[in-house]
Structures are given as C-alpha cells and as structure tokens.
C-alpha cells in the first residue's frame, strides 16, 4: 500500500438503511454507488465522479447494520479508515494507551488487514494495512475533487489528550490554531499537508466524534437537496478560511455528516 502511516484512505458509513442512504447521497453529492460484489455481504463501493472528465475514483463505502450491531448499541455513523504499516502492532499500542478494541484484526481477503478501534475519549475509527500498491485518493490531500474528503475533524471532550494520543500514534503534528470561542482553539493538524483539525466538543454533541467533510460544488444547492430529500442541517452555512462553506448535517437515517463547497448566488 502506497500510502503512509497515518494517513486518511477510507472512508465507511454504516447505516439502518442502505438503499435510503444510497438515494441520499447520490443525490446530495452526485455519488456513484454500486454493490462490491463481495460474498455473502451488503457492501456497497461509493464513486466519486469527476465533473470534467467523468473519471470514477473510488473513496468509501456504505453497509448496513445488523440486528445484531443496532441490539448492541451501533447507530448510524461515519467512520474513517487511517493507514497503518502495522495493524496489530498499532492495535496493542493503542490498547496500551487506553483505547479500545472493537473489531481486532481481521484479514479481507484481496483487500487488506483492518481492525476498528477507538481512542481514550471514545472515538470510533478503523486502522488499514492494504495489500494494494496504488495511493487512495479518497481524502484529496493533494487539491480539490468533488465528491472527495476535503478534511478530518476530530470533535474531542479532551483536545490535549486526544492530540497526544494521535500525534504519537500516528506520526501527526500541529500546524497552527485559531480561536473559535468558547470553544477555545481550533487546531489544524498536518501530515503530508493539512489533514484536517482538533476542537473540543460541544456540550451539546452526545459524544466525541470524527466529521468528514466532503466536497460539493454548490453548497446552498446541496442544503437545498438535503433538505428535499429527507435529511437536516445542524449548522450551517459558515464562511470558512479562503471563503468556503461548511455545513454539518444529519442524513435521513441518522448519521450525522459535513460538507464544504463555493456559494454560486
């Protein structure tokens, strides 16, 4: 696998309802999303399409709950998959550390050895030691593609525990702050360029939690088809750095989800 330690190559929505979720996004985000043909599993690849040349780039996938998962607690979520040279050495260290194990390692056959974890505040993520040569293009690290992660951010109850925690385990280092209130700061972290950034939570977050922010071409015409097709926005529109919008939303199932994009109008 081409791409490095600690870096973001996946990304996973697990949902009560796969074919509502498929509907969602391939409206909101302009996805193209078909069955992974894998056996005897709901695993559907998500296609990021390129708006001037129609290329498919694969970025993440969306599966369904089980009874089982949803009787023990599993709610619809995002989750990121971060690569590691490793993964069992990176599961002991993590264990090690205080995080947990949720799914210990396990090999997908022609994919790859993963395991899910989640840090000493709670946060679910997978690691990944892929099998393949070519770098995932999934968080677009390099420029902006649409349809792609544009950022990481980590929504913490213990910003300087949690940037520890990951700085050590996953090579990561801070790349400046800016104030966001009573928040405190908002902290950019870098590896192999911006990745995305570290904030505390807000009371109001039931639990801490990764944002993936994914990139459309028009944002207030994504509101605009979220809200048309059964989904919320929590937050939202906000004027970022370099005049950007984000917004952070709640899809038809559930799933809380981000989104970043140029105002048109």
Known sequence: MANKHGEFIWYELCTTDADGAQRFYSDVLGWEIA???MPDMDYRIVHAIDGASGAREPIGALMPLTEEMTA???RPVWLGYIAVDDVDASVASISARGGSVHMPPT?????GRIAMVTDPQGTPFYLMK???DTSSLAFAYDQPRLGHCAWNELM???PEAAKA????EFGWTKDGEMPIGPLGMYEFIRHNGLIGAIMRKPDEAPAPLWNYYFRVADIDAAIATIGASGGSVLQGPDE?????????GLDPQGAPFALVGARKA
């Not at 090999?107 to 994919?111: G, S």
């Not at 925690?165 to 050590?168: I, R, T």
């Not at 970022?240 to 952070?248: H, K, Q, S, V, W």
């Open 35 to 37: 069955d992974s043909q």
């Open 72 to 74: 023990a607690g599993a």
């Open 107 to 111: 090999d997908i056959p022609e994919v």
């Open 130 to 132: 892929g099998i393949h």
């Open 156 to 158: 913490t109850s213990d």
């Open 165 to 168: 925690f990951y700085f050590d």
């Open 240 to 248: 970022i750095p370099g005049g950007e919008f984000t917004i952070i």
